[in-house]
């Protein structure tokens, strides 16, 4: 009695409060890639000049342009995300007992949002923003947009370890199809940054019409530094497919319960991401890829990843052993106290 008394003080779950925050950070970092986007479509990312982190060589900025408003916007949301994620780390680490997992995601997070800043600073200071068709932008932008993804993954991953009631302390978790499930996370990945770079072309080559769009990915005939750019926007969908092979694997893991949870809600909630996304894709080249809809498009790849990152989650760190749920421990704890009330 007094060992499982003891398990549960020690291994108290984290407060709601401290989860709450946790999912409310990556939800605000969510929308800080949103406003990015909207930086890129706009053409705004030079709206402070080759300044950073000051503004045009300013803090307050005295009579902006509207792009100047949109990048200032951005970097100032950036920085509040930077405090919110040093937050979650001291918090995660004051609440939570030693070899908690979430303490190593709240940790890696901490480290990818300062990359982050770092790569955002050298896209400004390199000229790699606005109109510029330098061949060292479409490498930067996706080393850009990886780190993002492994940024929300981070974020993810630290609720969702956070919200755990067993299975997050490092000896008490076993692996399952570890490498299986790293090569599909990396094919997402590859998803996500083909995306980039399709997005990238449709901002530095619009099309007029349809005909226009299909005609630069397809002919042979375009030359120069845009040509690969345009045509890899069809490895995106391509990319996208093979993908999928994945995600159906990943399902059908679900579908087995092998661990201590149902993620029937989760895999409906993937599917119907992943469906959303498909039309989403059609809808965006058929309309040229309006900024409007190239930001819905984003919104749901980064809530299909976050879907994603936690089903995977809860495919692969399963407990290593049983243990008591809150619920249980107080019974066998009312339990226990009732057996040696009768034999007294």
Known sequence: MKTIAATYLTQRAPSAALRRFAWAVLVYF???????????????????????????????????????????????????????????????????????????????????????????????????????????????EALHLSNTLLLVAA????AHLLSRTQGYLWRDIRMSAPVGTTIGMIAVMIVGVTGSLAALGDTLFPASSLNESLHQDFSSHIVGESSWLLRWRWTHPTIAVLASIFLIWLLIRAARRNGPWDNRKLSALVIALLAAQYVLGVADVWLLAPVWMQVIHLLGADALWTALVVLTARLTLLPARPQFAVHDVRQELRNSAATVSTRH
């Open 30 to 140: 969510i929308a800080t890639i949103l406003w990015g986007a909207v930086v890129r479509a706009t053409g705004s990312g030079a709206g402070c000049g080759d300044h950073w982190p000051l503004c045009n060589g300013t803090v307050l900025q005295h009579s902006p342009s509207v792009e100047t408003i949109i990048e200032f916007t951005h970097r100032v949301t950036a920085a509040i995300d930077l405090i919110c994620v040093a937050l979650l780390l001291v918090w995660s680490w004051r609440s939570t007992v030693p070899g908690h997992l979430a303490r190593w995601a709240a940790g890696a997070a901490v480290f990818l949002t300062l990359t982050e800043g770092l790569l955002g600073a050298l896209l400004v200071k390199l000229g790699l923003t606005a109109g510029s068709h330098s061949p060292l932008r479409a490498p930067m």
């Open 155 to 158: 974020l993810a991953m630290a």
